[in-house]
Every structure is written in C-alpha cells, then in structure tokens.
T-cell receptor
Framework: SQTIHQWPATLVQPVGSPLSLECTVE??????LYWYRQAAGRGLQLLFY??????ISSEVPQNLSASRPQDRQFILSSKKLLLSDSGFYLC????????????FGSGTQLSVL | AQSVAQPEDQVNVAEGNPLTVKCTYS??????LFWYVQYPNRGLQFLLK??????LVKGSYGFEAEFNKSQTSFHLKKPSALVSDSALYFC?????????????FGTGTRLQVFP
C-alpha cells in the first residue's frame, strides 16, 4: 500500500534562517506531488505542484521554492525565512492519470520567530 | 478557472440532528468534486468524491453529498450528527486542464456538534 511521509512534525526557526521540508511517497510510481500551506487553521493555499521529476509549477509568488530530485521525493525550501512563512505545511500526492483523491501527509507546523 | 466556495465559516448542530455543510462550485467542463475533513493539527482525510454518475455520493463515516448541476452545488450531509464529527471540512475541485493537475480547496467550514 501507498504511504506518505512528511517531516519534521514541528519546526521553530528564526527569521532569516534557511528551510528544508521533505516529503516522500512509498508504494507508487510517478505520482503528482503537492505542497499546500494552511494559515491559522483555515483554508489551504496551493504553493507548488509537480507532475514529474524536475517539473515544478508555482502557484503564487513567494519566498519559497520546491524541488523534486527523485520521483517520489518533494522538497520545500527557503533561503531566508520570513515571519509570514509561519503556518501549517501539508504535502500530498495523487495518481497522475486519474481523477482519484489526494492523499495527505500529517503536516509540518512551522513557526518563524 | 475552477473554484469552490464555502459560504459558512462555522456550522453548529446538536448531536443526533441532521447536518449540512454547503459548497458551491464554478468550473468549466465536468466538475470533479471532493470533500475532506481535518482534525486538529492533522492532515486532511478524504471523505467522498463526485466524478460522474449518481448525484448522491456516499462516503466515509456516514457522510454523503449531493451533486446538483442546476444549482452548481455539492453540499455535504449526514442524517444524524455525532460529537466526534466536529472538525474542519473542506470542499475541493480538481483542475485537470492542459498541463495542470491540482486540487483547489474552499476556505473551510468548521463544524461544531454539541452534545
């Protein structure tokens, strides 16, 4: 069966420090991968998605970037964090060729101080 | 562009009563609609989806949703609410236009079920 791993669960970082959040999927190949951010326990904002290795689509201009170095690995990064980067970050995957559901990771709570 | 709207920030209902969480959509082409639930500090869990076929879709935990094309709605329902249903609920639409494949979420509705 397929599983998605996202880490760390919580992270406290100072303003100006770098960020790297990692997400990996097991048990499937060539998944679509997504990064969402949720602010203050409300709506989800799609940040990045990827339909294949090295293919990254950015939804909103921001201080973050994403990379997909391997088929089942999706990394969210920043060179210098801002206070406004605080939030709950969720990674998700879906089968690319169907209209099946997204499977979500357990999320990372990022606090930038 | 595809979008969904959830007009209610919060819905309050007494345990044992029926519940409805509203969602309307705006899409070009056939809509692919989903409902997800989120418990505190957790990822989202899939409840149900509408792709095609029967307008009444049954999902997890006794939830169901009715697809209404004329009203462009996809409301989530449950005949008898439980306190444990209290959570944040998201409606979503999948956007699979050319070179795009993403899930667009509504702003969420907090369901509070009172004992």
């Amino acid at each position: 069966s397929q599983t998605i791993h996202q880490w760390p669960a919580t992270l406290v970082q100072p303003v100006g420090s770098p960020l790297s959040l990692e997400c990996t999927v097991e048990g499937t190949s060539n998944p679509n991968l997504y990064w969402y951010r949720q602010a203050a326990g409300r709506g989800l904002q799609l940040l990045f998605y990827s339909v294949g290795i090295g293919q990254i689509s950015s939804e909103v201009p921001q201080n973050l970037s994403a990379s997909r170095p391997q088929d089942r690995q999706f990394i969210l990064s920043s060179k210098k964090l801002l206070l406004s980067d605080s939030g709950f970050y969720l990674c998700a995957w879906a089968k690319g060729t169907t209209n099946e559901k997204l499977f979500f990771g357990s999320g990372t709570q990022l606090s930038v101080l | 562009a595809q979008s969904v709207a959830q007009p209610e920030d919060q819905v309050n209902v007494a345990e044992g009563n029926p519940l409805t969480v509203k969602c309307t959509y705006s899409v070009s082409g056939n809509p692919y609609l989903f409902w997800y639930v989120q418990y505190p500090n957790r990822g989202l869990q899939f409840l149900l989806k509408y792709i095609t076929g029967d307008n009444l879709v049954k999902g997890s935990y006794g939830f169901e949703a009715e697809f209404n094309k004329s009203q462009t709605s996809f409301h989530l329902k449950k005949p008898s609410a439980l306190v444990s249903d209290s959570a944040l609920y998201f409606c979503a639409v999948r956007d699979r236009t050319y070179n795009t494949d993403k899930l667009i979420f509504g702003t969420g509705t907090r369901l509070q079920v009172f004992p």
